[in-house]
């Protein structure tokens, strides 16, 4: 009774304990990935500006450089409607708000807008600090209103020289709000917001309007009238904007108007002023929730297999013993198998040199009656003598014998039984010696072999003692296959690829009746009528399938059949 109370108090307090570590993980997961926006979407966002107010900072640096500007400014007023057009045209080519030229004095001389009811000509603007700096000979960024718009701008100043003296200055005005506008074209806006933030805690620019020309932070009365002071914001007064801050895993959060941000900010390069996205996680807990009930699921589904597993495991364990005497039982199988196999294969060897016997008779007897006449004609030459002629018949004699013993060695090497090894053996030389022992039976059935004429790199992955019972065995046949017919031919043709080698044995017999490819590699299945048991081509494909090739046949158009084996000659998966 207490164990099973036990068991049910862990069921139950479990998924509470793993509900609330996955709420935590999947939280900090998607605070990780707000932050990870947020710094992706301010440097995105950074480059953008910077290259922007980079290609418009270049502009006034260019137009003091222009003769004709510098001509104007010195005091030839026969330009003033050429310079006024200039302006006017670099003004709608570049995308700027408004390009205007000030004398020493800070009176507009040359305007963009020249031609407009609220062109700038006869303002003066040398209470602005970009006049007064650039005549220090600094390249100016300055964020201010304008007097007449009342648009927020930045502002862009550099001095005209002649004579290495500041005689005037070239303005550019580039309305923010084009910055605000493009932003929402970038991929930066989704789920977060952003705002351009000056050295004096004024917010500049900002994609969400009730923040601009406000700040986040409290300002002292000090700061307060520097900012009247410099006029930047005219008669505006930025007004403070609550928000609050808090450490949530490691992460600085803010919020703001109920909302809470994750925030990543960059300087700009081209302009004093600081940029900073805030990522929205006000949804983060929520977001939870969908995970929470999959976990439930996912767990009482664990639950349910878990039970159902312990319930079981007791009939496992008979199952186990049970699968352990079957696995036994195969083993035992498996090995008697093998051996009746191995018989097997050693039966049709044996089989197959019974079927040469007659013609492996008379290649040895031939040697052997030319030795016993050698052996005569010597005996007379040792009477007579003759030295040199006796020493060329030992010569005979000694390769008669050497033939023999060939023959006799290569059937005996034939026939022995070996396990299965794969090595790597030239193809020729596996060839020649299957036509060494099948030479009798060839010449018994009058065949002519055209010798294959193999390159000795070719090699092949199997074991020598196996693939040669396979030749002899395809070899014999195809002579056999042979009597009757005119034309006596035994050819091989051999064709490689990158990893394999495709051997074909070729005849000009009768070929292969149709109804019989079906049952050709069939074990106990003969061609031969009473003469054949019907194993060799079954023992041939399976010996060559042990190499991981493949054997196959057809008949060929011009008559006859073709034998085809398909090796690796690279080392493969079955070897010992």
Same mark, same amino acid.
């Given at each position: 009774?207490?164990? %099973?109370?036990?068991?049910?108090?862990?069921?139950?307090?479990?998924?509470?304990?793993?509900?609330?570590?996955?709420?935590?993980?999947?939280?900090?997961?998607?605070?990780?990935?707000?932050?990870?926006?947020?710094?992706?979407?301010?440097?995105?966002?950074?480059?953008?500006?910077?290259?922007?107010?980079?290609?418009?900072?270049?502009?006034?640096?260019?137009?003091?450089?222009?003769?004709?500007?510098?001509?104007?400014?010195?005091?030839?007023?026969?330009?003033?409607?050429?310079?006024?057009?200039?302006?006017?045209?670099?003004?709608?080519?570049? /995308?700027?708000?408004?390009?205007?030229? @000030?004398?020493?004095?800070?009176?507009?001389?040359?305007?963009?807008?020249?031609?407009?009811?609220?062109?700038?000509?006869?303002?003066?603007?040398?209470?602005?600090?970009?006049?007064?700096?650039?005549?220090?000979?600094?390249?100016?960024?300055?964020?201010?209103?304008?007097?007449?718009?009342?648009?927020?701008?930045?502002?862009?100043?550099?001095?005209?020289?002649?004579?290495?003296?500041?005689?005037?200055?070239?303005?550019?005005?580039?309305?923010?709000?084009?910055?605000?506008?493009?932003?929402?074209?970038?991929?930066?806006?989704?789920?977060?917001?952003?705002?351009?933030?000056?050295?004096?805690?004024?917010?500049?620019?900002?994609?969400?309007?009730?923040?601009?020309?406000?700040?986040?932070?409290? =300002? /002292?009365?000090?700061?307060?009238?520097?900012?009247?002071?410099?006029?930047?914001?005219?008669?505006?007064?930025?007004?403070?904007?609550?928000?609050?801050?808090?450490?949530?895993?490691?992460?600085?959060?803010?919020?703001?108007?109920?909302?809470?941000?994750?925030?990543?900010?960059?300087? =700009?390069?081209?302009?004093?002023? +600081?940029?900073?996205?805030?990522?929205?996680?006000?949804?983060?807990?929520?977001?939870?929730?969908?995970?929470?009930?999959?976990?439930?699921?996912?767990?009482?589904?664990?639950?349910?297999?878990?039970?159902? =597993?312990?319930?079981?495991?007791?009939?496992?364990?008979? =199952?186990?013993?049970?699968?352990?005497?079957?696995?036994?039982?195969?083993?035992?199988?498996?090995? +008697?198998?093998?051996?009746?196999?191995?018989?097997?294969?050693?039966?049709?060897? %044996?089989? +197959?040199?019974?079927?040469?016997?007659?013609?492996?008779?008379?290649?040895?007897?031939?040697?052997?009656?030319?030795?016993?006449?050698?052996?005569?004609?010597?005996?007379? %030459?040792?009477?007579?003598?003759?030295?040199?002629?006796?020493?060329?018949?030992?010569?005979?004699?000694?390769?008669?014998?050497?033939?023999?013993?060939?023959?006799?060695?290569?059937?005996?090497?034939?026939?022995?039984?070996?396990?299965?090894?794969?090595?790597?053996?030239?193809?020729?030389? @596996?060839?020649?010696?299957?036509?060494?022992?099948?030479?009798?039976? %060839?010449?018994?059935?009058?065949?002519?072999?055209?010798?294959?004429?193999?390159?000795?790199?070719?090699?092949?992955?199997?074991?020598?003692?196996?693939?040669?019972?396979?030749?002899?065995?395809?070899?014999?046949?195809?002579?056999?296959?042979?009597?009757?017919?005119?034309?006596?031919?035994?050819?091989?043709?051999?064709?490689?690829?990158?990893?394999?080698?495709?051997?074909?044995?070729?005849?000009?017999?009768? /070929?292969?009746?149709?109804?019989?490819?079906?049952?050709?590699?069939?074990?106990?299945?003969?061609?031969?009528?009473?003469?054949?048991?019907?194993?060799?081509?079954?023992?041939?494909?399976?010996?060559?399938?042990?190499?991981? /090739?493949?054997?196959?046949?057809?008949?060929?158009?011009?008559?006859?059949?073709?034998?085809?084996?398909?090796?690796?000659?690279?080392?493969?998966?079955?070897?010992?």
């Amino acid at each position: 009774m207490f164990s %099973l109370s036990k068991r049910i108090i862990i069921t139950c307090i479990l998924p509470i304990f793993i509900l609330l570590i996955s709420f935590f993980l999947g939280r900090t997961h998607d605070i990780e990935q707000a932050n990870l926006q947020a710094e992706r979407q301010v440097t995105q966002l950074n480059n953008y500006i910077d290259t922007e107010l980079a290609r418009f900072s270049a502009i006034p640096e260019l137009l003091t450089y222009n003769e004709l500007m510098i001509s104007f400014v010195a005091g030839s007023p026969q330009h003033y409607s050429a310079i006024n057009n200039y302006l006017a045209d670099i003004q709608q080519a570049s /995308g700027a708000s408004d390009i205007f030229v @000030l004398d020493t004095q800070g009176d507009v001389i040359a305007s963009s807008n020249w031609q407009t009811d609220y062109t700038f000509l006869g303002s003066n603007y040398a209470f602005r600090p970009y006049f007064k700096r650039a005549f220090t000979d600094e390249k100016v960024a300055y964020f201010a209103l304008g007097i007449r718009s009342n648009k927020r701008g930045i502002y862009f100043s550099q001095a005209v020289y002649s004579d290495n003296k500041a005689i005037g200055v070239v303005v550019l005005k580039v309305n923010v709000s084009k910055f605000e506008n493009d932003r929402e074209l970038l991929n930066t806006s989704k789920g977060s917001h952003f705002y351009l933030q000056l050295p004096d805690h004024v917010i500049a620019m900002s994609d969400i309007e009730q923040w601009r020309l406000n700040s986040f932070t409290q =300002l /002292g009365i000090t700061a307060k009238q520097e900012i009247k002071s410099s006029r930047s914001y005219l008669d505006h007064q930025p007004i403070y904007i609550k928000q609050h801050q808090s450490q949530s895993q490691s992460t600085t959060q803010f919020k703001i108007d109920k909302q809470r941000y994750v925030s990543s900010s960059m300087k =700009l390069n081209n302009f004093n002023a +600081t940029m900073h996205i805030l990522v929205d996680v006000s949804k983060v807990d929520s977001a939870q929730i969908s995970r929470l009930f999959w976990v439930i699921i996912i767990y009482s589904f664990l639950i349910i297999i878990g039970y159902s =597993l312990l319930a079981r495991f007791a009939g496992y364990k008979k =199952l186990l013993y049970s699968r352990h005497s079957l696995e036994q039982k195969v083993i035992e199988r498996t090995q +008697t198998l093998e051996k009746v196999q191995t018989a097997l294969v050693q039966s049709a060897k %044996l089989a +197959t040199i019974g079927q040469l016997s007659a013609g492996i008779n008379h290649e040895i007897n031939q040697p052997l009656s030319a030795i016993n006449t050698y052996l005569a004609s010597a005996k007379r %030459l040792l009477a007579k003598g003759n030295y040199e002629a006796l020493s060329q018949s030992l010569v005979i004699i000694e390769g008669l014998v050497e033939r023999v013993h060939k023959i006799v060695g290569q059937l005996k090497h034939f026939s022995k039984p070996s396990g299965m090894q794969l090595r790597p053996y030239p193809l020729a030389a @596996l060839v020649n010696n299957a036509l060494m022992i099948s030479s009798a039976q %060839l010449k018994q059935d009058n065949v002519q072999v055209e010798p294959p004429q193999f390159d000795e790199a070719v090699i092949v992955w199997v074991d020598a003692l196996k693939f040669e019972q396979v030749l002899v065995n395809l070899i014999t046949n195809a002579s056999q296959a042979m009597n009757g017919a005119v034309e006596r031919n035994l050819t091989f043709n051999l064709e490689c690829f990158e990893e394999r080698v495709k051997f074909s044995i070729l005849d000009t017999g009768s /070929g292969i009746e149709q109804h019989v490819f079906s049952h050709l590699f069939e074990p106990f299945y003969s061609t031969k009528d009473s003469k054949g048991l019907g194993l060799g081509l079954s023992i041939s494909k399976q010996i060559i399938d042990s190499f991981n /090739g493949s054997l196959s046949a057809h008949n060929r158009l011009q008559g006859g059949a073709e034998f085809i084996i398909s090796l690796s000659s690279k080392r493969g998966d079955k070897h010992d």
